[in-house]
C-alpha cells in the first residue's frame, strides 16, 4: 500500500495524502494564488529603466471555464478567445532586475566570464522542494543526501566531490531553461512552480502555457465507481478531488534569468504531431467500449490524458553588450514524444525556420523527445493496455500512464537498437539491419544555416570537455564513453531499466563553414555536464530528467580553440 501511495502522490497530488500539512503553507499557497490572479491581464506594466517590461501575464481561467473545456470541443467564442490568448501569450516578470539582480557570470578556465545555462524537465515540480533545495542551499542538500543514505544502507553511494560539482554548476547558472513546470495543478500541491523558483533564486522569469490540463482526472471529474475495491476506490476519490477555487490547469516551460529579459514570444508549432484533446478522447470511448471488465475499463481512463494546447516555443532575448550584437536569443523548446522520430523532425523543421534570420547567438534547449520509437498512441496503448489487466497491476505500476511519464519508454524496441542509439541518436545506422530512427533529425541540425552564414557548433573537442572526450555535439552536450551520458531513466513495465538522451542545448554563434576562423570560439559551447547525480542523490529522485549545463564565453577567449 506504501508503494501505491507514494505512485499515486508522484503522479497526481500529494494534498490528499498529507492531510496534516500546516494551516500556513495553505494560507501561502492561497496567497500566491490570489496575487496571480489579480494580475491575470494582458496588459504589462513597463518601467523605463531599460524598457523591460516589469510584470504582465495573460487571463487565468476558472473552474467553470476548465469544464466546459474538458466536456464540449467547440466552446463559444469568448472562452474560446481567452484559451488562444493563454496558449500565445507568455507571462513575463522582470521583477528581480528592478530589485537589483545582477548576472554571476562563472569564470571559467580558459573560457573567461561566461554566460552558464542549465536545461532541465523537472517533472511538474512535484518535487519542488528539493529541487529548490538543491539550487538554493548546498550544505543542506548534502545533509540530506547524508540523512538519507545513513538511513537507506542498500542505496548506491555517490560521490560527494561529483555532487557538489554538479551543484556548484546549477546554483551558478544565470539562465534556466526548464520543461515541464505546473502552475495550479494539485499533483504540485497548486503552486506556481516558476515563480516559487524565481522567487527562490532571485531571477527574472518567464512562462509559456503548453498544455491546459482538462482530463477529468485532474478536474475532480472522474468517476471510480467500477472499481470494486472499497478501500482503493476510496483512495483514489480522495485524491482526484480537487480545491475548485485554487485549480488553474495549467502546464508549461519556463524561462529563468539573471539578466532581464525581453521581446519576449509564446509561438506554439504549427504542426501540432499529436492532438491532446481529440484523439484521446475518441481513443478513450472506442476502447471503453470494447473492453467488459471493470479493471480495464479504468485502465483505459487512466492512460488517457485529455489536455488543451500542444508544444511549443518560448523566446526571449537576453542583453549582453560584450557580444558584437550586443544580444543573445534564447529559444525554450519542448518537441511531441506521442509520434514518430520522421514527425519530430517536421518540428524542428518548422523551429529552425523560425530561427533563421536571428543574426545574434542563438541557444536552442529543451527536452527533444529524441527516443527513437514511435510513440504514437495507437501503438503506445495497445501494448500498454495488455498489462492494465487487474486492480493489482495499475495500483503499482500503470498508474504512472496517467501523466504519459515513460509511455513511450516501455515500449522501445531492445537489442542493438536501444543499446546504441537510446545513449547516442546521433549515431549512424546500420542499413537494412539496424536504422537509426532519430537520424534525421541530427543530420537536419548538421547542414542547417542561418541567414548570416552561420551554424549550429556541432564540434567536440578534447580540451572543451569535462571527461576530455571528443565527439559530435561534444562541446554542448556531455558525451560518455559510448554516445552521452543519459539524461532520461525509467524503470519500463514492459523490460528493463530504460536510460535516453532526450535533452539537448544546441548552439549557434560565430562558427561558419571555416572552423579555424578566429572567431569561431566567441560564445562557442564548452564544458557541457550532466547532472544525474543530484538528481538521483535522493530517496525520491528529482524529477525523471536529469539537468543539463553548459558554459558560453561572453568575450573572445585570450587563446581561442580548445586547450589540450
Not at 275 to 292: H, L, P, S
Not at 403 to 416: I, K, S, Y
Not at 520 to 534: E, N, V
Request: charged content about 25%; hydrophobic content about 40%.
Amino acid at each position: 500500500m506504501m508503494k501505491f501511495r507514494r505512485i499515486l502522490r508522484r503522479c497526481f497530488g500529494a494534498v490528499s495524502l498529507n492531510a496534516h500539512l500546516g494551516a500556513a503553507v495553505v494560507v501561502g499557497q492561497v496567497a500566491l494564488l490570489l496575487m496571480l490572479t489579480l494580475y491575470s491581464s494582458a496588459s504589462a506594466q513597463s518601467d523605463q529603466a531599460g524598457g523591460y517590461t516589469r510584470s504582465s501575464q495573460p487571463p487565468l481561467l476558472n473552474y467553470q471555464e476548465l469544464v466546459t473545456l474538458s466536456k464540449e470541443e467547440t466552446v463559444d467564442p469568448a472562452l474560446a478567445a481567452k484559451v488562444q490568448t493563454l496558449l500565445t501569450t507568455p507571462f513575463v516578470n522582470n521583477e528581480a532586475f528592478f530589485s537589483g539582480t545582477k548576472p554571476l557570470r562563472p569564470d571559467v578556465k580558459d573560457m573567461g566570464p561566461s554566460l552558464r545555462l542549465v536545461e532541465w524537465n523537472i517533472e511538474r515540480g512535484v518535487e519542488l522542494a528539493d529541487i529548490k533545495l538543491a539550487m538554493t542551499d548546498k550544505q543542506a542538500f548534502l545533509a540530506k543526501v547524508h540523512s538519507e543514505a545513513a538511513a537507506n544502507k542498500d542505496k548506491e553511494k555517490i560521490s560527494d566531490g561529483e555532487l557538489s560539482a554538479q551543484m556548484d554548476a546549477l546554483q551558478s547558472a544565470d539562465v534556466l531553461v526548464l520543461n515541464e513546470l505546473d502552475l495550479g495543478m494539485k499533483r504540485s500541491d497548486y503552486q506556481a512552480v516558476v515563480k516559487v523558483l524565481a522567487d527562490a533564486l532571485k531571477m527574472n522569469w518567464a512562462y509559456g502555457v503548453e498544455f491546459i490540463e482538462v482530463d477529468p482526472k485532474v478536474l475532480g471529474l472522474q468517476s471510480f465507481a467500477n472499481v470494486e475495491n472499497a478501500d482503493e476506490r476510496k483512495e483514489l476519490e480522495d485524491l482526484f478531488s480537487v480545491d475548485k477555487d485554487r485549480v488553474l490547469g495549467l502546464h508549461g516551460t519556463a524561462i529563468l534569468s539573471r539578466y532581464p529579459l525581453r521581446d519576449v514570444k509564446l509561438v506554439p508549432f504549427k504542426y501540432q504531431a499529436y492532438d491532446w484533446y481529440n484523439e484521446e478522447k475518441k481513443y478513450g470511448v472506442v476502447e471503453a467500449g470494447k473492453r467488459k471488465s471493470a479493471s480495464l475499463i479504468f485502465g483505459e481512463e487512466i492512460v488517457r490524458e485529455v489536455r488543451r494546447g500542444g508544444r511549443t516555443n518560448l523566446i526571449a532575448t537576453l542583453d549582453i553588450p560584450e557580444l558584437p550584437e550586443k544580444q543573445v536569443t534564447i529559444v525554450a523548446t519542448h518537441i511531441e514524444n506521442r509520434t514518430t522520430p520522421k514527425n519530430r523532425v517536421k518540428q524542428l523543421d518548422e523551429l529552425l525556420e523560425m530561427v533563421r534570420p536571428i543574426h545574434n547567438p542563438v541557444v536552442i534547449a529543451g527536452d527533444m523527445n529524441t527516443t527513437g520509437t514511435d510513440g504514437s498512441v495507437t501503438s503506445i496503448r495497445s501494448a500498454a493496455l495488455k498489462k492494465l489487466n487487474s486492480p493489482s497491476f495499475w495500483a503499482t505500476q500503470g498508474i504512472k500512464y496517467a501523466t504519459g511519464v515513460g509511455l513511450a519508454m516501455d515500449v522501445a524496441t531492445f537489442g542493438f537498437k536501444t543499446t546504441k542509439f537510446q545513449g547516442d541518436p546521433t549515431a549512424s545506422g546500420v542499413p537494412l539491419l539496424a536504422a537509426n530512427p532519430e537520424q534525421g533529425f541530427f543530420k537536419e541540425l548538421e547542414k542547417y544555416r542561418f541567414d548570416d552564414g552561420t551554424r549550429i557548433d556541432f564540434r567536440g573537442d578534447e580540451g572543451l570537455s569535462l571527461s576530455g572526450r571528443d565527439g559530435t555535439l561534444g562541446n554542448s552536450n556531455e558525451r560518455a564513453s559510448k554516445g552521452f551520458v543519459t539524461t532520461f531513466s525509467l524503470p519500463r513495465t514492459l523490460g528493463a531499466k530504460g536510460k535516453f538522451r532526450l535533452d539537448w542545448i544546441f548552439v549557434k554563434a560565430y562558427l561558419k563553414d571555416d572552423p579555424n576562423a578566429t572567431d569561431s570560439y566567441r560564445f562557442a559551447p564548452g564544458f557541457a555536464r550532466t547532472m544525474d547525480d543530484t538528481n538521483e542523490a535522493l530517496d525520491e529522485p528529482l524529477s525523471d530528467h536529469a539537468a543539463i549545463s553548459v558554459d558560453l564565453p561572453i568575450i573572445q577567449p585570450a587563446s581561442p580553440g580548445p586547450k589540450k
